[in-house]
């Protein structure tokens, strides 16, 4: 398994934006990002392969979220732009061993961190 640690949560109105980090030890081969909305099952929100070219996103998410890696590959981002109160959710990074790229699966990845709580809220 691979610590990884996130940071950036905080509250947010609508229509603003919050920038979250994940920093992990090693070099995973693909990086999510989950959330869990209180009273909800965790969801999928985006992921990205290890160079970073690669990022798919949930459709609730799309053209709003994007996901990128630092050059070194063992940062994971979630830029997120124009927020709703539905993002309001706890956030947690994971990660997923090689051959794993395209997966929306919980299952799939072996490594979580703790969770950041992002409140959108007016």
């Known amino acids: 398994q691979e610590p990884l640690v996130e940071s950036g949560g905080g509250l947010v109105r609508p229509g603003e934006s919050l920038r979250l980090s994940c920093a992990a030890s090693?070099?995973?081969?693909?990086m999510a990002w989950f959330r869990q909305a209180p009273g909800k099952e965790r969801e999928f929100v985006a992921a990205?392969?290890?160079?970073?070219?690669?990022?798919y996103f949930a459709d609730t998410v799309r053209g709003r979220f994007t996901v990128s890696r630092d050059n070194a590959g063992n940062t994971l981002h979630l830029q997120m732009n124009n927020l709703i109160p539905e993002d309001t959710a706890v956030y947690y990074c994971?990660?997923?061993?090689?051959?794993?790229?395209?997966?929306?699966?919980?299952?799939?990845?072996?490594?979580w961190g703790q969770g950041t709580q992002v409140t959108v809220s007016s």
């Open positions: 994971a990660a997923a061993p090689p051959g794993s790229w395209g997966t929306r699966s919980e299952s799939s990845f072996t490594s």
């Open positions: 990205v392969n290890r160079n970073g070219d690669r990022p």
């Open positions: 090693g070099r995973p081969a693909t």
